[in-house]
């Protein structure tokens, strides 16, 4: 079954500084790669999405790559800021599922003033 | 901000209590997702409904039923509830005809049985 893999560990950054975060994933590429963001006791709440046939997406000061090759997305937050710190999913839709989500586990972003 | 509501917040409950878990949404979306997450954990699907009286079981098997019998509500019941139970419940709702297909994600119950 399809897996995907978020680093684990919290994302530590200086204000001003890209953030770069990983999503790994497992056999068949999605038809749709989703981001979304977190806060503490809250739902997520969708930031982008980039196709099958796209290499990157941007938004503002958000940036997504995603590789079929490797089997992997980036995302990028330029320019950080204090408010950007949250935890990050990515979410996998294959296109094929009715509209399911296959998520990821997140990764912790904390950004530094 | 998403028109997605979910009551309550936080419960804090007893062993062998039948407990419902409210979810209405506003914005008219047929499909419907409850979803189970541990802290630190990834989402994991345990409800979805694509529309009035359709309702499936998701990829994490759970103990709860839903019901759809309007298009803006997908109550979620525990007719026992037992500590293994204790999670956040988080409702989502899409929009079929969206090309994004996103998700919008309610504010989430945080439900503890004692």
């Known amino acids: 079954s399809q897996k995907i893999e978020q680093n684990s560990e919290a994302l530590n950054i200086q204000e001003g500084k890209t953030a770069t975060l990983t999503c790994n994933y497992t056999n068949y590429s999605p038809a749709y790669l989703q981001w979304y963001r977190q806060d503490p006791g809250r739902g997520p709440v969708f930031l982008l999405l980039?196709?099958?046939?796209?290499k990157e997406k941007r938004k503002e000061r958000l940036k997504v790559t995603f590789d079929t090759t490797l089997k992997q997305s980036l995302f990028h937050i330029t320019a950080s800021q204090p408010a950007d710190s949250a935890t990050y999913l990515c979410?996998?839709?294959?296109?094929?599922?009715?509209?399911?989500?296959?998520f990821g586990q997140g990764t912790e972003l904390s950004v530094k003033p | 901000e998403a028109d997605i509501y979910q009551t309550p917040r936080y419960l804090v409950i007893g062993t062998g209590k039948k407990i419902t878990l409210e979810c209405s949404q506003t914005?008219?979306?047929?499909?419907m997702y409850w979803y189970q997450q541990d802290p630190g954990m990834e989402l994991h699907l345990i409800h979805y409904?694509?529309?009035?009286?359709?309702?499936e079981k998701g990829d994490l098997s759970s103990e709860s039923t839903v019901s759809r019998i309007r298009t803006e509500h997908f109550p979620l019941t525990l007719e026992s509830a037992r500590p293994s139970h204790t999670s956040q419940y988080l409702c989502?709702?899409?929009?079929?005809?969206?090309?994004?297909?996103?998700?919008?994600f309610g504010p989430g119950t945080r439900l503890t049985v004692l």
């Open positions: 989502a709702s899409s929009d079929p005809g969206s090309s994004y297909n996103e998700q919008f």
């Open positions: 914005m008219g979306h047929d499909k």
């Open positions: 980039i196709r099958e046939n796209e």
């Open positions: 979410a996998l839709d294959m296109g094929n599922q009715g509209g399911k989500l296959i």
């Open positions: 409904s694509y529309g009035v009286n359709s309702t």
